[in-house]
């Protein structure tokens, strides 16, 4: 990602000082043809009062980019982290595309390995045109000048002029080469590679940091909503007799599938909205239940796949092994659960839209709001805002539609919130998977075929249709497609099965958070039944892959690894290539009566060169607590056409006192960075279920380990 040809523009800043446009040619455009002409998607302002203003491109929603993308600019142009001032990025596909995903989107794990280069380039560039300004000035060569604190010094003389004194006279000069760009070593670094406490840390901690859901406006109102409770069901009529008499509410509100009750507050609207007689037209639906959505599935699998990859004479290989192992894995839907409720407001006048929240995609955002009002989409305006947890749940923009379909029928703005019950009823869920995996053995136990059927939902298919080709997609196969060992011959094969109205979205990481579930389980299963030990048996898989051989190790002696079972608690690992970080994991579990604790994780990782060392370590205990509970206990089942869960009661996250002792290490690397928002999700599954196999000798193929385990003592 980092060696694609970087587009650099220098021009005056309005109001004075200098302006640095950035653009990275798109490494996966949605139409899939890369573009060659120049399109700024990032933009870097020093004014004349010495700040710099930095067009933030990404959106936060936790992990810490608000911090580490200006250590960049800071680092390269010799400026205090304090003096990077951040500005949200408005809708603007060609300025502030995402060149991985090929347009303006935050989204996995993607940010720092996209933005690591080129925001350097730009800040040594902006140095550079700053100190041959100064250089002009004094008349003496820029060779013999330096950058230091926002300001250029002349060394022999010690003469200093500051960037604000200098920025309207560097926006005058040629923009360097970008092969003229002298990056600092990494030897000279100040913060790149420091422990940086986060920028943002203190408003979130003194409530001042602005959500969506904090949005206030001039005569706002506030709706609650219902949707037809059986997926693709329909509104047959209402009567709102009851909710119009709760003081504080405006107005019903009847859409297709559903209605909403807006009033003055949002306890009134939803206290009238309980009190709406609903009357529902179920559809095909009705009868739906997670046993024939699974039924469908294996029918699915059944009747073809497309080959995805096939290396070494697999077939030729599964006939002469000694032995052959093979096993059914599968995985739940799964909600997001994000903690800052899901919301939206909106103000439609007769030309014009206005929408405020978070979103990882705000160009999508713009264009569905567009779309419904039949504006010109220049008059639709996203104003967007921090996230409070995304994991892939803002990807998607139907609550946006939903809410500018509320709004266009009221002449006010409007806040729609949806409670935590029409979330997770109504989410678009992580896609259930079904793996068929099979292993020929040699004579010692080793794996010489391999075999791995994926079979369920694309997301890439539906969210960007150009990149589905050949009858699957890379997001769904990755972590299967080409798993960490060196296996002599291996063949993946993928069947696209899509439930009838379940809608399926990105989930922390959709393909490594299900096929390494599965690789790392099955890998262990092999190691069993070669009675080997689970390290062992990875490490002779691992010798033509240095960097997943040493965080394993690492991990293992972190973690004091000896054989793994001791009475009721049980100890399993894993080790991942994802998202561009190799990642080791160890997990100490207690298991007893069906309950399961986990007490310690121990997480070895090489992530590349890294710029925060504090956020790396915090993304990677975040993603431990997400994984251990979608592990444990996420599962969204339907009966009847209905998802049957409806809040934390019945899909529940761990809780702060089950927080187990998370330890991190981190490999020492000058390789281009990894993401790390996803790894340690999908890194935990399989380790923890290793665990609970190693406790207790029942091997978990089905998810969540909860239900598994209480089928198992039945």
């Not at 969506?212 to 219902?226: E, F, H, R, S, T």
């Not at 504090?614 to 592990?631: K, L, N, P, Y």
Request: hydrophobic share 45%; aromatic share 6%; proline share 5%.
């Amino acid at each position: 990602m980092t060696d694609r040809r970087l587009f650099l523009k220098a021009m005056a800043a309005a109001g004075g000082g200098l302006m640095l446009q950035i653009a990275i040619p798109a490494a996966r455009a949605r139409d899939a043809v890369a573009t060659t002409v120049f399109e700024p998607n990032a933009v870097v302002r020093i004014t004349t009062d010495g700040k710099v203003h930095m067009t933030m491109p990404y959106v936060e929603m936790g992990q810490g980019t608000y911090t580490s993308i200006p250590m960049l600019i800071a680092e390269e142009l010799e400026v205090d982290l304090k003096d990077v001032m951040l500005e949200h990025a408005g809708a603007d596909e060609k300025r502030y595309m995402n060149p991985a995903l090929g347009f303006q989107v935050t989204g996995g794990s993607t940010t720092m390995r996209v933005a690591y280069l080129p925001m350097r380039q730009a800040g040594a560039a902006a140095r550079m045109m700053l100190v041959q300004a100064a250089a002009q000035q004094w008349q003496v060569e820029p060779a013999s000048c330096r950058a230091e604190h926002g300001a250029v010094i002349h060394t022999p003389s010690g003469r200093k002029l500051p960037y604000g004194a200098l920025a309207d006279a560097a926006a005058k000069l040629p923009l360097p080469d970008v092969k003229a760009i002298v990056l600092k070593q990494p030897k000279d670094f100040r913060l790149v590679g420091k422990v940086t406490r986060r920028l943002d840390t203190q408003e979130k901690l003194n409530g001042s940091a602005e959500y969506g859901i904090d949005v206030q406006l001039p005569g706002m109102k506030i709706a609650a909503l219902a949707i037809s409770p059986v997926l693709g069901g329909r509104l047959a009529g209402l009567d709102d007799t009851a909710a119009l008499k709760v003081a504080g509410v405006r107005k019903v509100v009847r859409l297709d599938d559903g209605a909403a009750v807006i009033a003055d507050s949002y306890g009134a609207a939803h206290k009238a909205l309980l009190l709406l007689d609903l009357r529902w037209e179920d559809g095909p639906n009705a009868k739906l239940s997670s046993a024939d959505i699974v039924a469908d599935m294996v029918r699915a699998a059944d009747a073809g796949s497309a080959k995805v990859r096939s290396e070494g004479a697999p077939e030729k290989a599964f006939s002469s092994a000694a032995r052959i192992i093979e096993a059914t894995y599968e995985q739940p839907f799964l909600a997001h659960a994000t903690m800052e409720p899901m919301n939206c407001t909106v103000h439609v006048t007769a030309d014009s839209c206005e929408v405020w929240t978070g979103t990882q995609v705000i160009t999508l955002a713009r264009s569905v709001a567009a779309k419904v009002t039949g504006l010109p989409i220049e008059k639709v305006t996203v104003h967007n805002f921090l996230l409070g947890g995304g994991f892939g749940r803002r990807l998607e923009i139907d609550g946006v539609e939903r809410a500018v379909q509320i709004a266009r029928q009221v002449d006010y703005p409007v806040k729609v919130i949806w409670s935590r019950e029409e979330d997770i009823q109504h989410d678009m869920y992580r896609p259930y998977f079904y793996d068929r995996i099979r292993a020929g053995l040699d004579e010692n136990g080793a794996p010489v075929a391999w075999s791995h059927h994926v079979t369920g939902s694309s997301v890439l298919g539906r969210f960007m249709p150009a990149a589905f080709n050949n009858g699957w997609d890379s997001e769904t196969l990755d972590g299967a497609e080409t798993p960490p060992y060196a296996f002599k011959s291996i063949k993946v094969d993928y069947t696209r099965h899509e439930p009838p109205h379940i809608p399926t979205a990105f989930w922390r990481g959709v393909g490594p958070t299900h096929n390494v579930f599965v690789v790392e389980s099955f890998i262990d299963e092999l190691a069993a039944a070669a009675k080997a030990d689970p390290l062992e048996y990875r490490l002779a898989l691992l010798k033509q892959n240095p960097r997943a051989e040493q965080v394993l190790k690492l991990a293992a002696q972190k973690a004091g690894w000896k054989g793994s079972r001791a009475g009721k608690t049980g100890r399993g690992l894993s080790v991942q290539f994802a998202f561009g970080t190799y990642m080791a994991m160890v997990v100490d579990a207690h298991v007893e009566d069906g309950e399961v604790r986990v007490s310690r994780v121990v997480c070895a990782l090489d992530c590349g060169v890294v710029v925060n060392p504090d956020t790396v370590r915090a993304q990677v205990e975040g993603a431990v607590i997400f994984g251990i509970s979608g592990a444990l206990y996420g599962s969204v089942t339907f009966k009847d056409g209905r998802v049957e869960q409806t809040n934390f009661h019945d899909y529940r996250v761990l809780r702060m006192n089950e927080t187990p002792v998370i330890e991190t290490y981190i490999v020492s690397s000058n390789e281009a960075p990894g993401g790390m928002g996803e790894p340690g999700t999908s890194a935990l599954m399989p380790a923890l279920t290793n665990a609970v196999y190693a406790a207790t000798g029942t091997r978990v193929r089905k998810l969540p380990i909860a239900t598994a385990l209480a089928a198992a003592t039945t």
